[in-house]
């Protein structure tokens, strides 16, 4: 990230424009997968094997609830202002803006998340560390949209120009789903280690996207900016309530795998295990 800023800076200094910043992504990011081959290179730890096309197959079966969950909660809302803008540029520009000061925020709980997921992993299915990692993350949330609400009329015009104004009521709205992203991000990983991740989760998820975006869209033709604003809002909830209802399910048993372990953990090969 470091690099992209100081290329960015860079190349606007020189005034490359917007061209300059479009080039300074794929640049760092060939700078990232050479930094990232030669840190796995120097541990010398790297061992070529052949696997089993069972293992290959049960480890991308396994994964993609991985994939999928992250792009419901992720992926799909991203596209907001890009459809919106189908509809109304003023609307696109003020979901954009709340998003553009949301994001910073969010980031946080997907950081958090993603860190102690190897360690809740370990915990027993009864395990309630992921429960209290939920509840303090979703206290942050609080504390973070309160803060955000009460500053958006200041906010907004300061950052974004006195013509942004209109869009504050909006902005205010989104950040009441902060919360609830604070909430979700943990209890995807508390799901995730309790082994719940399968089929019908994957469902949920993305039906609570794809009901976020029409709502966002009804509201914005029957009601304008604020009710679009609603319908993000409303997403952030379902999402949330469909994690709280998963996590909270009996847990399925094991299995599906070519072999299972002493603990009902799936084995692999020895050429899979070997693998770093």
């Known amino acids: 990230k470091g690099v992209l800023l100081i290329l960015i800076a860079l190349l606007l200094l020189g005034g490359a424009g917007l061209i300059g910043v479009a080039l300074a992504y794929p640049i760092a990011g060939l700078i990232r997968l050479l930094v990232n081959a030669l840190n796995i ?41 890009f459809v919106l803008a189908a509809l109304s540029p003023i609307a ?12 910073p925020a969010l980031i946080l709980p997907m950081v958090i998340s993603s860190t ?11 395990s309630r560390a992921g429960w209290a990692v939920v509840a303090l993350l979703t206290a ?18 300061l950052l974004f120009g006195s013509e942004y104004r209109g869009a504050v009521p909006a902005v205010q709205v989104m950040l009441f789903a902060m919360p609830f992203v604070f909430a979700a991000n943990p209890l995807l990983a508390h799901v995730y280690t309790s082994r719940r991740e399968g089929r019908g989760l994957v469902i949920a998820l993305a039906a609570a996207s794809v009901v976020g975006t029409g709502a966002i869209l009804a509201g914005q033709l029957l009601s304008g900016p604020l009710a679009a604003a609603s319908g993000y809002l409303l997403r952030q909830v379902l999402f949330a309530g469909t994690l709280v209802v998963a996590a909270r399910l009996p847990a399925p048993p094991i299995s599906g795998s070519p072999r299972e372990g002493q603990q009902g953990i799936p084995e692999l090969s020895h050429a899979a295990r070997s693998a770093p």
């Open 92 to 103: 696109a520009g003020y979901f954009a803006l709340g998003n553009r000061i949301l994001g």
């Open 116 to 126: 102690l997921y190897p360690f809740l992993a370990r915990e027993s299915r009864n």
């Open 41 to 81: 290179l120097a541990r010398k730890e790297l061992t070529f094997s052949r696997t089993r096309l069972t293992d290959l197959r049960y480890v991308a079966r396994g994964s993609m609830p991985f994939a999928l969950n992250r792009a419901s909660l992720n992926v799909v809302p991203r596209l907001d202002a």
């Open 140 to 157: 942050v949330g609080v504390a973070l949209a309160g803060v955000g609400v009460l500053a958006a009329p200041f906010l907004v015009p």
